[in-house]
């Protein structure tokens, strides 16, 4: 698509092209529960060149699912994220080498431990990648927590779910329990890791790049709904 606006503005929860309201894929508007996020979304629409590029407009997206994806059934969207809580990255342990195993126990278990904690639950570490169930109660928990957020926290939060494969991570940066850069390296911890050994690949550290630019994107979104 071409720009043919001259000015895009905020209008409280609204973001405006040339004084008319932009509209979702889905032809509803695009107004947010944040007037922070509409100025950002604005910025991000001001900056357009002569084509509109989508990538280049994450908060875009991420409203645009919010109102388009997630609002019609939150309820089934959120039970979506919380099925990665049945298979939680920190909870699959290494049983060797001993450096590993104590990295993962340095990042994971303070993150384990406020999940146990926050939420009363108990979440069963495994060593290995061979999958065993969780507890019914632990599943419960964390499923009811993640339907409690509202449509647009949750289309921010589905890029740390996916990208990180944590339900506690996303939970722990939602609820303001841990830096994201912290916990970005908890989630990256393995990958991280097995380049230490054998060196980093050029196509590996490109993927890498572009998913931290998807969720350093999701981060903020979420960081401007509190705005």
């Given amino acids: 698509m071409k720009r043919f606006w001259t000015t895009a503005e905020a209008v409280g929860g609204e973001v405006r092209l040339d004084g008319r309201p932009v509209r ?3 032809r509803s508007p695009l107004a947010v529960p944040s007037p922070a996020l509409a100025a950002a979304l604005a910025a991000e629409w001001q900056a357009v060149g002569e084509t509109v590029d989508p990538r280049a407009m994450p908060l875009t997206g991420l409203a645009n699912a919010a109102i388009d994806i997630v ?5 089934g969207f959120a039970a979506g994220l919380a099925r990665y809580g049945e298979s939680d990255l920190l909870a699959y342990r290494a049983a060797h080498p001993a450096a590993l195993v104590a990295r993962q126990q340095a990042l994971w278990d303070p993150l384990i431990g ?3 904690r926050r939420h009363d639950v108990t979440v069963i570490r495994v060593e290995g990648v061979i999958h065993r169930p969780q507890p019914e109660a632990t599943l419960a928990r964390l499923g009811a927590a993640v339907a409690a957020l509202d449509p647009f926290t949750l289309a921010g939060l589905s890029p740390v779910v996916t990208i990180g494969g944590s339900l506690i991570a996303a939970l722990a940066l939602v ?3 841990a830096a994201p850069d912290a916990l970005w390296d ?3 911890l393995d990958e991280l890791w097995q380049e230490e050994q054998w060196g980093a690949d ?3 550290l490109a993927a890498r790049a572009a998913r931290r630019a998807e969720w350093d994107a999701a981060v903020r979104f979420l960081a401007l709904l509190g705005g």
């Fill in 24 to 26: 979702t894929p889905g």
């Fill in 71 to 75: 609002t019609p059934d939150p309820a």
């Fill in 114 to 116: 406020w999940a146990e």
């Fill in 175 to 177: 609820e303001q329990a």
């Fill in 186 to 188: 908890a989630v990256m």
């Fill in 202 to 204: 050029d196509l590996a």
